[in-house]
């Protein structure tokens, strides 16, 4: 989760390897939340997640992308499964097309909104984005791999020492999260947090979501 003013800003670089197939193996896939096939970009703050599911959005020519930054909160900063839900999920799930209502990390309030059309594929980006709540609407979870020190280190230099006291409250507030509800076991599909490569293998199998 990136707590700068620019909250989407990239990660890191991103190899096109294998995002043309990737793409054509998503679009291929059941529709999963009404005609959406639901795609969650997931790993630990600074994995390179929002530079991966926007080349990815790219390639699937111009795939919505909700980031869930923008329904995190100070307060709450894995407190957005209803908002995803009744704002994104069921609006997708009867075939809608949708908006939702964007938190302003300098304001601290939700100050405008984001539109997400009922795409073929949908790409849900964030800390979390596997989680439990959120996987009976997916199609697939893509878990960047990344470890949590090192990812943490790329946060903290990409946000500066200004935000380090955030990054140390995060820390604690995502260890907790992913010890709770892991994403990664979850995974059908693995990126390089680094190069942005596709790996070969998967962690677990998408179509056994519980």
């Not at 991103?14 to 997931?42: I, K, T, Y």
């Not at 499964?81 to 994104?88: D, P």
């Not at 946000?159 to 059908?188: K, N």
Request: glycine fraction near 12%; charged fraction near 20%; proline fraction near 8%.
């Amino acid at each position: 989760m990136a707590a700068s003013d620019s909250p989407h800003a990239p990660d890191g670089p991103v190899a096109p390897n294998g995002l043309h197939a990737l793409a054509a193996e998503l679009r291929a896939l059941p529709p999963s939340c009404g005609p959406v096939r639901l795609v969650a970009v997931d790993g630990h703050a600074g994995s390179g997640k929002t530079t991966f599911a926007g080349r990815l959005a790219g390639v699937l020519g111009g795939a919505p992308v909700v980031h869930l930054d923008d329904l995190a909160t100070h307060a709450e900063p894995f407190g957005w499964a209803g908002r995803l839900r009744e704002q994104v999920l069921e609006p997708l799930a009867a075939g809608r097309d949708t908006a939702y209502r964007v938190y302003d990390w300098t304001l601290r309030r939700f100050a405008t909104t984001a539109e997400v059309s009922a795409a073929p594929v949908v790409l849900v980006e964030g800390v979390g984005a596997g989680r439990r709540a959120v996987r009976p609407w997916l199609a697939r979870v893509i878990w960047m791999e990344l470890d949590a020190a090192a990812a943490r280190r790329r946060g903290e230099e990409r946000d500066g020492p200004e935000l380090a006291e955030f990054w140390v409250g995060w820390a604690h507030a995502e260890s907790a999260h992913f010890a709770d509800d892991p994403s990664r076991p979850y995974a059908g599909t693995r990126v390089d947090g680094v190069t942005g490569r596709i790996l070969s293998g998967t962690v677990g199998e998408p179509s056994t979501f519980p």
